[in-house]
């Protein structure tokens, strides 16, 4: 760990394109579980998205780019945190875009280095065992790729919803099987993404809770997208959401 | 083979749709995942042998001349031939004309990828009876279709399908009503073995060709393989040259990963080595021996960014694992190779314009690179095939400027800023809270799934707020 144990770390929130533009609660809700994690949280101003529509689109130079953007905006802090897997799984894969410019790629490998998923943050780099929140009802989780795979996110999120109260966690089958979101993939193969959704979705309603959890709002506006075009009662909130006891509100879709 | 890879979205898009199908994947998709898993767990440490299996075959396609050339040599000296084909036109000359020169009538043929990746079966079907005799190749067959998946070309077909079809060929000896698995296996070998004993030449492909014994490995769960190289007076194995391990152990190690990967089976049924032609002292084996060392485009693969690929031992695990493969299964990608590791292949023999959707047609998700037995990051090589995707301007325009519109944005935050409050703003204005359900420019999104609306203001808009006044 960077910080000693006397001075917080100064952590700052890479909030993400869509948690800014689509459900700033859940950025709230990093900040007030980062906050009480023990970090001095700062948001900043510079950020904006991360890269990886580019990235994924074989769109190197524009990846790079943003890369270049975010890198800035991101020095001098402890720690970079993110309400996302799949952002942050970017982040770790800057160093790939700068192989050839020795300057960044020192400053890609070191923000490489400083970069967390918010569960995975909380868990293993803060040690955060104690939570306070309440959500009454049963849960069930689908595990985001990119947090999964790239990150090894998947002990994280159960171990701190364990601690929510009367909360039940159901998990469901093919739990770690993409959801078919995938970034521009949606809007690229829209039939084959709402049948990946519809397999969750099947996954989902199995378990019988009433609400699906996950770690990106990517993943998550596609699948609740999807279940309010089936009429299915199932609601879907962010994890950081349940986790700050901020999941009073409605959740994603619902109007207010 | 002919390319249908142009044609992947219609043809995903009809799989989609198509109920027999549907049934068919749907009866698959846990089978082999949940046994590769248990064979996995039994193992003990798999990730340690995915480590040594991704190294032997590392060392090997880096030191491949030398490898290739010790395989012929210990081929040559056991009486066997080896033949060079540079691409999928020699390799079809030199096997039809190796079954003219014996005079054959008839050929069997085991299971090989590499012979639908040249389109054997046209030109033998011109000269020569020509018979699969691997159960799933043999159903496909005579339905007049390409594998859909790459160990079991049939998965495809349902049992309904299989016995229609096998109605109709074996002329009278169904009855019509559909029939268990047992029964239609019997049939099937019941017609097979006399296509065996009147075969001249027999085909198989390879799993591994190793060169310290000039032996070829062949692993099969029904048999046929061994019938199809032993009974037949010529038997000729085609392999591509990628397909080289240097020694009996590496291939051990390979052979262990490959059957628990590929069906959860600790060993095939069948693990056949097949070294020459038979012996004076030998009960039985072929009197010609042919190797067909098949190169077809591996050699550039070995000299460019896509060598990692030459590491695939046609397991199957990426397809089994792929849920884009689960929902459309294998003819939809349109070549011979289907599923990430066919998304990553397919470019590379068809172009990457006529495999256009290919390499697009992934989330990106990496559960087929987490269960591959020799760690090919395959959604890395897919991404550097959109890279040169988008250098040859492959993209399509519409999605080029999108991109450079949001960069442009993107490395601009005070603009980007307001942009985005004001497209928020715009949102919630036209379309209030909650879910839309159809969206003006996003019918993409919006046919399939609602479009839930932003809360309302952005997250940095109201943090500045929020920190100023508190």
Redesign the interface.
Known sequence: MRATNTAPPRVALF?T?L???????V??AAVRLLEAAGCRVE?P?????C?Q????????K?AQ??A??TIA?CRGYDYVVAPSGSCIGMLRDYPRLFAHEPDLLAEAQDLAARSFELTQFLVDVRGLERIEARYPGSVTYHDA??GL??LGVRGQPRALLAQVEETRLEEMRDT???C??????????????????D?KIDNICATGADTVLAGDLGCL??I???L??LDKPVRAYHIAEVLADMAYG?A????? | MDSRAHLFRQQASAALRDVELQQALHKARGGFVDKRAAAVREFGDFEALRERGQQIKQHTLRHLDSYLERFEAEVQGQGGQVHWAEDADSARDIIVDICRRAGARSVIKGKTMAGEEIGLNPALEAEFETVESDLGEYIIQLAKEPPSHIIAPAVHKTRAQITRLFDTHHGGQGQGEIREAPALVAEARRVLREKFLAADVGITGANFLVAETGSAVLVTNEGNGDLSLTLPRVHIVLAGIEKLVPNLDDCATLLRLLSRSATGQELTAYTTFVTGARRPQDPDGPEEYHVVLLDNGRSTMLGNEFHDMLRCIRCGACLNHCPVYSAIGGHAYGWVYPGPMGAVLTPQFVGLDEARDLPNACTLNGRCQSVCPVRIPLPELLRKLRERQFTQRIVDPKTRWGLHLWRYLATRPRLYRRATRLAVRFLNRIHGRGSARRLPLAGAWSASRDFPLPQGDTFQARWRKERKHG
């Open positions: 909030v394109c948690v800014d533009l689509f459900r700033p609660n950025g709230f948001v101003e510079a950020q904006t998205c890269g529509p580019p990235y994924n689109s074989g769109d190197r524009d780019d943003m270049r953007q905006a790729c990119s795979r790239q770690e099987v993409c078919g979101f995938g970034g521009t993939f949606c809007v690229k193969y829209p039939e084959l993404s709402a049948r990946m959704a397999d506006m596609h609740a997208g999807r309010r075009r409605p994603i879709g619902e109007e207010g």
